[in-house]
């Protein structure tokens, strides 16, 4: 990591990379610019510092990007929202259009693109803000949002939100780590192993819009044991069409503990085993479906078609428009307070 590569001044602030380690050898860097993980070195079997999180070497990388979203955070609506449009009693929003014909990942100038304020930084924690203005992106209310990352002893990375907001607005937080746990740049993610423990799926139109929701059982997205991503990945069935694969919201079961264990994933080749845990009621599962091989990922090679997968842990897709899933409004006086880990083993 060549942290000169990441600093500079972006519209008068400053961006740098930040590096938190832990007793067991593993090594996060973390950057300002989207407030986005750009590397996580884990420690395989034989002890070799494996980077399991795809991204770029520098700054330009990110910027120049394709696909802008690799390790970032994701706000203020994390996934799709119908056509950019909901609204909050009886008041119509229009959002940016950046996924025609719908709204995805907080717009184009979303949290994503951003330069957050560091504000603590010690040698396992960072926390970072940023302030995100009334009608920014067409969203109403001044949010206030701080993301904390920790790495712990216990080999787990703790990312920790907070929002409030003076307007009732909606919200929906979450980070977009392209995971793979061979090493980035490895190749396919298809022979891990991963279990989600999940009895329910949301079903998508061809735009990937929540149509309602489905059993998981006697179909390819049954991953209650565990089962290679590859597995069924190219079966034939309508809902893997529309998603190019996997691009699903699992709807998580609820639980009476404050952070349940939702997801599992091991690499055939390292061994590394990734747990998620999460208090969110969704993850969406993507396996890399749009990646074409078209960026140069660090160590300069492609990203090739569905050589990551993400569990982003969110509100489901579209909530705004069904008012069914659970509610992804923040009203004034509220903080929005949620955690998900990454923890290794
Ligand atoms: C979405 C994909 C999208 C990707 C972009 C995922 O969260 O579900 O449809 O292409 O993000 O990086």
Redesign the pocket.
């Known amino acids: 990591m060549i942290k000169e590569k990441f600093e500079r001044d972006l519209e008068g602030k400053k961006v740098s990379v930040f590096t938190l380690k832990n007793r067991q050898g593993t090594t996060l860097n973390i950057t300002n610019y989207g407030c986005r993980i750009v590397s996580l070195f884990v420690l395989n079997k034989e002890g070799s510092a494996i980077d399991i999180v795809v991204g770029f070497d520098s700054l330009d990388g990110y910027l120049n990007a394709t ?1 802008v ?1 690799h390790g970032a955070t994701i706000g203020r609506y ?2 799709r929202i119908a056509l950019g449009k909901f609204s909050i009693s009886g008041k119509d929003y229009q959002l940016a259009i950046n ?1 025609s014909p719908n709204h ?2 907080g717009g184009s100038e979303g949290f994503h693109t951003k330069v957050w304020i560091v504000e603590a930084y010690t040698a396992q924690t960072i926390t970072l803000s940023y302030i995100s203005a009334d009608g920014e992106e067409g969203y109403p209310g001044k949010l206030e949002t701080t993301v904390e990352y920790e790495l712990s002893d216990d080999n787990e990375v703790k990312i920790r939100y907070k929002a409030v907001t003076d307007q009732t607005t909606i919200l929906n937080l979450t980070n ?1 780590a392209y995971f793979n746990l061979n090493g980035q740049g490895s190749g396919t993610i298809l022979n891990h192993m991963l279990q989600i423990n999940a009895d329910l799926f949301t079903t998508v139109d061809e735009n ?1 819009i929540p149509t309602g929701s489905a059993p998981v059982v006697d179909s390819p997205f049954d991953f209650r044991q565990p089962k290679r991503i590859g597995e069924r990945i190219r079966d034939n069935h309508e809902q893997l069409k529309f ?1 190019n694969g996997y ?1 699903h919201n699992y709807i998580l079961p609820g639980s009476s503990e404050l952070l349940p264990l939702i997801a599992r994933v091991e690499a055939d080749k390292t061994g590394i085993i990734m747990e998620v845990l999460t208090d969110q009621p969704g993850v ?1 599962f ?1 396996t890399g ?2 990646m074409s091989g078209e960026n140069l990922i660090k160590g300069h090679v492609p990203d090739h078609f569905r050589s990551a997968f ?1 569990l ?1 842990t969110q509100h489901f897709p579209d909530a705004p428009n069904h008012p069914g899933f659970p509610s992804t409004i923040l009203e004034p006086g509220e903080v929005f307070d949620s955690t998900t880990v990454y923890r290794f083993i």
């Open positions: 696909e979203y994390a996934n996924n995805l990942h977009h990937l998603g691009d969406q993507y479906n749009f993400c982003e």
